[in-house]
């Protein structure tokens, strides 16, 4: 074909040589077999592991996520709790703090009371006591003064009298000061 | 093509002063070692080459991947993704992303070669290596309808649109077949041929004018152009990175949608 082209006087770039078509194709086929072979399943593998990897991290986040957002809504469960635990507490003690005051008060009033009546009663009976006694010394007195008075101024009628009305007024009144 | 006009309508210009332009001779390079010529060892070295680095980049898989496989992944990533499950579906793209992947990094090194020093030769500038493509890319879209659809019914999914009927359909199902069966792995073949084989040209024309003008047939004005044309040599070089690169993201692309509308399910 290339002597008839060069025969023409004119080489027609048109007219191709069959054995580059040949060769062309053939080249070109061995290379589509090693690349399909070779290559296109490593650049398919790497593209597959990196959505695989970045699929597979964006699920972990997701879970940890989750995790974390749970463990959160647990803590201010907890919170919550021990708030309302912290508070009921407070209460109780209030109100158990009012009960021993009022019978604290209660207790001392009970106390009080019973120390005064105590006091009244000792004073009543040693009162008593002093009455009694006194009424044994009123009798003696008046013995002796009687005695007095009749062994040292009988004929003075009139002083007599008064001394006697005096000290059976104040014996009536019943008066401590008298002896 | 655009750029191939041009460089015909520059010639005559030039030949006046006896400057021999660039032509298709200047593609026929003389074998190296018997019937071995230097397409045919770039085209190998483009496939060590790929798969070299491609198996180095996929090799680890890590997790977190390191730069050599940050690229590799960007690269496959972006004709799987970009290009394959875009285009094609999430049903069935995987089963293609292989083919399309392969394709797009050999385009895309033979077409760099053209541009690396020393290389500096754009394999599909030779047209068979696109026929080859081409056909290959034919041969898996018929092939994906047949398997899919059955005979008969691919026939039928390729040539009918839907919604047509009577007698309009002996009108479009030839035109139909023709566009789908038979222009597409043509132009599939000579968009990326002609691309290389003019920007190549292209950029031979402005080396090798500005050195007559500058060394061989020396004038000012000629030092001028001289200077000028290697300016431009620059600016095209640049222009075919983007053209480059631009061949082998199209050849892609529309093997993807020729297989998409392939596997495509009834309207």
């Not at chain 1, 201010?76 to 209460?91: N, V, Y």
């Not at chain 2, 003389?30 to 397409?39: F, N, W």
């Not at chain 2, 992947?101 to 690396?116: D, E, Q, R, S, W």
């Not at chain 2, 968009?191 to 004038?219: C, K, P, T």
Request: hydrophobic fraction near 50%.
């Amino acid at each position: 074909m290339r002597e008839s082209i060069q025969a023409a006087g004119e080489l027609n770039p048109l007219i191709p040589h069959v054995s580059e078509i040949i060769l062309g194709a053939a080249v070109f086929l061995v290379l589509l077999l090693a690349i399909r072979k070779f290559v296109v399943p490593n650049f398919e593998k790497a593209f597959a592991e990196r959505t695989a990897a970045i699929e597979g991290g964006l699920s972990a986040a997701e879970t940890k996520q989750a995790e974390a957002d749970a463990k959160l809504a647990e803590l201010e469960k907890q919170l919550a709790d021990a708030r309302h635990e912290a508070a009921r507490i407070r209460e109780e003690a209030r109100e158990q703090g009012a009960v021993i005051v009022s019978e604290m008060r209660e207790q001392a009033q009970a106390e009080a009371s019973r120390i005064v009546e105590h006091g009244k009663s000792q004073i009543e009976a040693e009162r008593q006591q002093a009455v009694n006694s006194l009424r044994v010394e009123v009798g003696t007195l008046a013995t002796t003064l009687a005695g007095r008075i009749v062994g040292e101024s009988l004929d003075d009628d009139g002083r007599q009298g008064r001394v006697v009305e005096r000290f059976l007024a104040d014996l009536e009144a019943g008066t401590p000061g008298v002896n | 093509m655009i750029a191939g006009n041009l460089a015909a309508a520059l010639v005559p210009m030039a030949s006046g002063g006896g400057f021999t332009p660039p032509g298709p001779a200047d593609f026929d390079l003389p074998p190296i070692v018997g019937g071995i010529t230097k397409p045919m060892v770039m085209i190998v070295l483009s496939a060590v080459l790929i798969f070299a680095v491609t198996y180095a980049a996929s090799r680890k898989a890590a997790i977190v991947p390191g730069r050599l496989q940050y690229a590799g992944e960007w690269a496959y990533g972006g004709v799987r993704n970009g290009i394959a499950r875009d285009i094609i579906g999430t049903e069935h793209y995987m089963k293609f992303v292989p083919y399309l992947f392969t394709l797009f990094a050999f385009v895309l090194v033979n077409n760099y070669f053209g541009l690396i020093p020393l290389i500096q030769f754009p394999t599909f500038s030779h047209s068979g290596y696109a026929y080859g493509l081409a056909a290959l890319s034919w041969l898996l879209y018929n092939g994906v309808g047949i398997w899919k659809h059955g005979f008969l019914g691919y026939m039928k999914h390729t040539c009918i649109p839907a919604g047509v009927r009577g007698p309009v359909l002996l009108l479009i199902a030839p035109l139909e077949f023709l566009s789908n069966i038979l222009v597409r792995p043509v132009t599939l073949a000579l968009r990326l041929f002609a691309n290389m084989f003019a920007g190549h040209l292209l950029l031979i024309l402005f080396a090798l004018g500005g050195e007559y003008l500058l060394f061989e047939a020396f004038s000012p004005i000629n030092a001028v152009g001289g200077v000028l044309a290697w300016v431009m040599f620059f600016g095209v070089s640049a222009l075919e990175l983007l053209v480059m690169f631009l061949q082998a993201y199209v050849f892609t692309l529309l093997t993807a949608m020729y297989v998409s509308g392939a596997v495509a399910d009834e309207h």
